[in-house]
């Protein structure tokens, strides 16, 4: 059995900058993180240990003179008012990537206040609520194409992207509102804007070679992560012998037995863009124990 770690898989540096940042902010006293600093539980619980204290949005309105930690996802507008009525210290760890989309879009929505902002982006995700709060919450989120009925073809349209859905998608997306007669024929001006993070998307077609090159996939991620649900799902096209875990403790002898997995399987172990690194290496770690005990 050889196992090998995806070069390529891990934090993105947007989440890298925020880990970063909120070890080196703990190290000077109490903070807090509006929100899970990243869809991972394990490094939630790590930088829990550290001192690290996530508080939701109705804990943060009742804060005052304390330090709050920003996520690399990027806040609406609200939430920094809010910090500046309560005298809040803001440590803003938001990825430099949201931060120019935030300011893109709220430029066009000043630009065009008759216009649509269409949004391709998961509604509810932390990102995208960033990026509505951009448009005073006026922007319109399609999830998938099949919701094109949300969009008016009698208005002109902005389409903007959540930095890491997937490119492909949204072409598609791009080229169904180009289709429109009221687009086609210039009655409605459409301007669209890839806004998708090449850090992010580069990774797919490197995960699915990576996928092509082992027998099993064990694909390390968070539960509550899109991008990790996303890359899972790519590794399946090309591998259906991939399997999800969130926990290396799973991993067990068990295990392996009951999804046919040999010690002459090649074990590839790859992650989301919220996948600590760690984590990855301690799943390596138990699969190595488990090949040594047999």
Not at 16 to 22: D, R, V
Not at 26 to 38: M, N, P
Not at 43 to 48: H, Y
Not at 94 to 110: G, M, N, W
Request: aromatic share 8%; proline share 2%; charged share 25%.
């Amino acid at each position: 059995m050889q196992i090998k770690i995806d070069s390529d898989s891990g934090f993105c540096f947007g989440v890298t900058g925020a880990i970063k940042k909120a070890e080196e902010e703990l190290k000077k006293g109490e903070l807090y993180c509006l929100g899970d600093i990243v869809h991972n539980g394990l490094e939630v619980e790590r930088l829990s240990r550290l001192g690290l204290q996530t508080i939701n949005y109705e804990e943060f309105a009742q804060l005052h003179n304390v330090r709050v930690l920003l996520r690399a996802h990027g806040e609406p507008p609200a939430t920094y008012l809010t910090a500046k009525q309560n005298d809040i210290d803001i440590i803003d760890a938001s990825c430099p990537v949201v931060k120019r989309l935030q300011e893109r879009i709220r430029k066009a929505y000043l630009a065009n206040t008759n216009a649509q902002i269409v949004l391709f982006g998961k509604p509810g995700h932390a990102e995208v609520i960033g990026l509505q709060g951009q448009t005073d919450n006026t922007a319109i989120v399609i999830e998938k194409i099949e919701e094109r009925e949300k969009i008016d073809f009698e208005k002109d349209i902005y389409l903007f992207s959540q930095t890491t859905k997937s490119v492909e998608q949204f072409m598609s997306l791009v080229h169904l509102i180009s289709e429109q007669p009221n687009v086609k024929s210039g009655k409605i001006h459409f301007l669209w804007h890839d806004t998708i993070c090449r850090n992010v998307a580069g990774r797919v077609n490197k995960l699915k070679q990576f996928a092509k090159e082992n027998d099993v996939i064990v694909f390390v991620g968070g539960n509550k992560s899109s991008n990790a649900k996303v890359l899972f799902d790519n590794c399946l096209q090309v591998n259906p012998r991939s399997y999800f875990v969130a926990d290396y403790d799973v991993l067990t002898a068990e295990w392996l037995q009951e999804n046919n997995i040999s010690l002459t399987d090649t074990i590839g172990i790859c992650g989301a863009t919220s996948t600590p690194h760690w984590l990855m290496e301690k799943c390596k770690e138990r699969l190595e124990n488990i090949k040594e005990t047999k």
